[in-house]
């Protein structure tokens, strides 16, 4: 038999480094149209780089100080970058030192709306009249209902990084389906025959009792996801940063939070009984991410669900799963997997995936804008996600080139390429890639795009003071109910004990203030579901 094993997910860590980072982050273009920076205004001889610091997370990414890719772009905007990148888990508490310290970089790279804890501050630039100004690619290239939805307090303190709302996408083993007879499952009565399959049924045929039907490679939250999605909400990452995901009931007026609903009941008790049937690693709430991918990688698990590059390019390109386990093949849940009442979907991103600010402190915020600008032009897109043509990629739309691809493997090519987003360039050229690897990658990406999405309903209201002092410890008390409720620590049959004590913590508080924001920003009435 398999065990069981007690279980955690994330952990906060406060960084011992705030002398270096502040040490390392102090800092201190493009003209209109396609048109380069680097050619002097009066003809006569060039002025000095200007210096410019950023700060963002690495994104799996790594800054190499001698990236050709980087000192072209430095080049043609005439800049000298100092940048500092971060670990993703760390990145967050990383900032916030260097926003107690009040000394932040030129610019700074913050997840989709962080930049609202901040911005009372005064460490932001009010950005409205330098856009206007030095920005015209900016204001071209981004929709102007996201400049909209990223206004606080009617000021304009961030650039919106647009983003794809659909990213995440549910895979299996399609050679264990093929192995097993099974067919791709639509509903969760048919995941759930699939997951017992693939644990007990020896899907690899290797003789072992070694494989999971559901695991992770991420988060745990993520896999539970479709799941969720087919009781019709979507709790996004529990126990993570969205301010308490909320969802409009259908008779227009009435706001619910999803972890005190009815359907996340009904999810967790069907959780649970995979759970109770052994069909989920006993893992998935205590493994690291890196670990997770190499079981996956291994060919350990048969089903999960994540970003929609995990599956063609973390697990086959980059831990090279088919060297591993040659017949394996990952396929797309597709339609999603639909519930008792026939819904179905997955989690919203949303249309901002991140945010960048320029330092009120910052001595050439005009320098500042016009590097953004020229990253935002067709050229300067080009240039910081594919390197220096002809070296490291032919074409945007052809195979890497040998050293191009070598660098990507070694995930240092393009560093600068998640601060401006060309969502529409990004489609023009997968639709149109010739390279068997975005070809592949279209799958996943296409499936990820093609799912029922449920928005929280208070997706982009600024944080209120109850939320900042409360959710936090909201979120966390959430996350480890989920747990105990799934694993059997604690009882389903305490539900409504667990919903009064979520209320108490600041849960009730914090909703009631977000549906009196909600209210205000919208012009609505509406009114609390619990």
Not at 110 to 115: E, G, I, R, T, V
Not at 403 to 418: I, N, R, T, V
Not at 421 to 432: C, E, G, T
Request: glycine letters at 8%; proline letters at 6%.
């Amino acid at each position: 038999m398999k065990s069981m094993t007690k279980s955690r997910f994330k952990a906060a860590g406060a960084s011992l480094l705030t002398v270096a980072l502040i040490a390392g982050c102090s800092g201190g273009g493009n003209e209109p149209a396609e048109t380069s920076t680097s050619k002097p205004e009066d003809g006569g001889t060039k002025k000095e780089p200007t210096a410019i610091s950023i700060i963002q997370p690495d994104l799996g990414r790594v800054w190499k100080a001698d990236n050709p890719g980087t000192k072209e772009l430095e080049a043609r905007t005439n800049v000298k970058l100092n940048v500092s990148m971060h670990p993703n888990n760390d990145f967050t508490s990383k900032y916030n030192v260097l926003a107690a310290s009040g000394d932040i970089p030129d610019i700074s790279r913050l997840s989709a709306f962080d930049y609202q804890n901040f911005a009372d501050q005064g460490l932001f630039l009010d950005l409205t009249d330098y856009i206007d100004e030095y920005g015209p690619n900016l204001k071209k290239a981004i929709p102007e209902e996201l400049w909209e939805l990223t206004k606080y307090k009617g000021k304009q303190f961030v650039i919106p990084y647009e983003n794809t709302a659909g990213k995440e996408v549910p895979v299996v083993r399609q050679d264990w389906l093929e192995t097993l007879g099974l067919s791709m499952p639509t509903n969760l009565d048919e995941f759930e025959a699939m997951l017992k399959a693939f644990t007990f049924d020896d899907p690899d045929k290797n003789g072992n009792n070694d494989t999971y039907g559901l695991g992770v490679t991420n988060t745990y939250s993520e896999s539970f996801m479709p799941i969720f999605g087919a009781y019709g909400i979507a709790p996004g990452f529990i126990g993570g940063s969205t301010p308490m995901p909320s969802y409009l009931k259908e008779d227009g007026s009435t706001i619910v939070p999803v972890a005190v609903s009815p359907e996340y009941k009904e999810a967790i008790t069907y959780i649970k009984r995979l759970w109770d049937a052994k069909v989920i690693d006993p893992e998935i709430f205590t493994i690291k991410a890196d670990q997770a991918q190499q079981k996956a990688a291994q060919g350990k698990i048969g089903y999960f669900n994540a970003w929609w590059s995990i599956a063609p390019q973390q697990l086959v390109m980059q831990l090279k799963m088919n060297e591993i386990v040659p017949e394996a093949k990952w396929e797309p849940i597709l339609p999603a997997l639909t519930g008792p009442e026939g819904k179905s979907g997955m989690f919203s991103f949303g249309n901002i995936g991140a945010s960048v600010a320029i330092s009120a402190k910052s001595k050439n915020p005009e320098e500042a804008i016009k590097f953004l600008d020229y990253l935002a032009t067709e050229e300067g897109w080009e240039l910081a996600r594919f390197g220096i043509k002809d070296t490291h990629y032919t074409s945007a739309t052809s195979p890497r080139t040998a050293e191009g691809q070598k660098a990507y493997d070694e995930k240092w090519l393009d560093p600068l390429s998640q601060i401006v987003s060309r969502v529409d360039l990004v489609d023009k050229v997968n639709n149109a890639s010739e390279d068997p690897v975005q070809i592949e990658n279209n799958r996943f990406i296409n499936a990820a795009a093609g799912y029922n999405l449920y928005a929280d309903i208070f997706y982009g209201i600024p944080l209120t003071d109850e939320y900042k002092m409360y959710g936090a410890d909201v979120a966390k008390f959430e996350e480890e109910m989920i747990i105990k409720f799934i694993t059997g620590v604690e009882s389903l049959d305490k539900w409504d004990s667990y919903v009064e004590s979520w209320k108490k913590k600041g849960g009730q508080t914090v909703f009631d203030a977000s549906i009196k924001k909600y209210n205000e920003l919208k012009g609505t009435q509406a009114v609390s579901g619990i």
